[in-house]
């Protein structure tokens, strides 16, 4: 009996440790990057952050931020992407009027429809792919359409990354490896010379003008 309250107690704890950073009504502890407020386009629907390009206007978009940063989390969520779509979870953003955009500093989980997007051809660009860095297990995406489940986490130095319960990237941070994973990539060109030099920071849903939703937006501090 005793070995049975002693399980259900650290269950309950894992619980508690969990911080939701959606409430799945408002966007209440985000903000569009370098802005004060959530761009338009960005909207609740059904429990979900939605983003549809149908209602684009001049400064409605743009990659949403949450206003807290994080250092050692596990991130969890779920997404859907649209037909054609892409967008993508970055984090470790520094929101400094130095860096133009999210992904200046910030690595990316790539999000998107395999099939029907055109960086469904390019590896390193799949749906679960550490974005340009490092290619993910296939298989691990669900059709477009459904809900898959992410898994982000950053412990002690290792980043490891699933798609539906699937490992689909794993690294260490700063080490000679990931360097050179940074210096054989897009990050390497000059436009942004601090990308994946910092390992903590914000966590961004993408505007890449597509439509996608995200929902169950989760973390534990580690």
Known sequence: MAMLVSAVCIQASAQENWISLFDGKTLNGWHTYAKEEVGSLWQVQDGAITLDPAHRTKNGGGDIVTNESFNDFHLQLEWKIAKNGNSGIIFFIQEDPRYKNTWFTGPEMQVLDNDG???????KHRAGNLYDLIAGTEGAVKEVGEWNLVDIINEKGVLTLKLNGIETAKTTLGDDHWKELIKNSKFSKGESPDFGKIFSGKIALQDHGNGV??????IQKL
């Not at 939703?213 to 989760?218: D, G, K, L, P, V």
Request: hydrophobic share 30%.
């Open 117 to 123: 997007h055109e960086d469904g051809k390019i590896i």
């Open 213 to 218: 939703a995200y929902r169950n937006i989760r």
